[in-house]
């Protein structure tokens, strides 16, 4: 199964482009030795020590040129993985030396100079929950500009950060969608019903995680009625303890009622995964069949910001992988 979930072709929705960093890439970029072991080493830590740990990476790609290497090996590792369509994120911010423009041109450049065939990426722009009103809203405003020259390639809008601070604007989402930006916004990582219940009430395109919602009845409703996608991200949930473990992840109250999920690394350098591990990991816990595997794979490309034109083309490439590689175990 393990050589199964390496060459299924995967559709990887929820990646951050800094956490995706691996050793390898964290070694060439010049960071220290005992920064990436302690990077690395990490089995169980809270949601608050996971994010000092992005710091590391912050150093590493605090310059253009780095920046434009991080993002580059970053996709190579994703199409090692047989990763077939990505939606990388990050959220642009400013260096010494270098603007948020330069940010966003640097990884902008880096996805389009891509060497790596059979994979497609497409970027989704944060905004980081923990900048005030004014400073999202400026973000904002930047990707707007640059959605309009590359529509290509910028997708989306993501909502992250620390989910114990900051807020959520609808406002400033609704600005978004009505310039023609999908929303994936990271939800209810930890409990927080009142703005659960104002992210679902917006219907953004896709949330991130959702660990805290089928543990309200009133939200769980309200959430099965608008039947958004969840991005669920198990080895991260894991890791930062907000999940018990494989088999008690929340993905399994999505199985259970057939709702939409695909499978996400989140931070595939900080936790230390491939989405072929977190395939293997779905199939453990939930004894899923090789076919059942591919159908997740297969259902994730309609949830995904790909142009129409692009799902037909994933569709089609899934369609024939399924015909040569799984016999019929229907
Ligand atoms: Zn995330």
Known sequence: MDLFCHKLPKI??????????SKLTLKQLGCLENSISQYQSVKAIGLKDAFALFKVAHEATSNTKNLYIATQNVIEEFAKDNVVYLELRTT????????????????????????FDGILVKLILSLDRRRSREEQTETLDRIIRFKNSFPDLIRGVDLSGDPAKGDFFRDIFEKARE????????????QNDAEVKNILEFKPDRLGHGTFIHTNPELWALYKQLNIPVECCLTSNVICLTAN???????????????PFCLATDDKGVFNTSLSEEFLHIHKASKLNELELWTISYKSIEYS???????????????KWKIKNIKDNE
């Open 12 to 21: 990887e929705l929820h990646a951050h482009l800094n956490g995706s960093l």
């Open 92 to 115: 642009p911010r400013s260096e010494e030396g270098m603007s948020e423009d330069d940010y966003i041109e640097t990884v902008i450049k880096a996805i389009r100079e891509n060497r």
């Open 245 to 259: 473990s494989y088999a008690e992840h929340h993905v399994q109250e999505w199985i259970k009622e057939k709702l």
């Open 305 to 319: 910001f790909a142009s129409a034109e692009e799902k037909n083309f994933l569709r089609f490439s899934l369609e």
């Open 179 to 190: 310039n023609g930006l999908k929303t994936a916004i990271h939800c209810a990582e930890i």
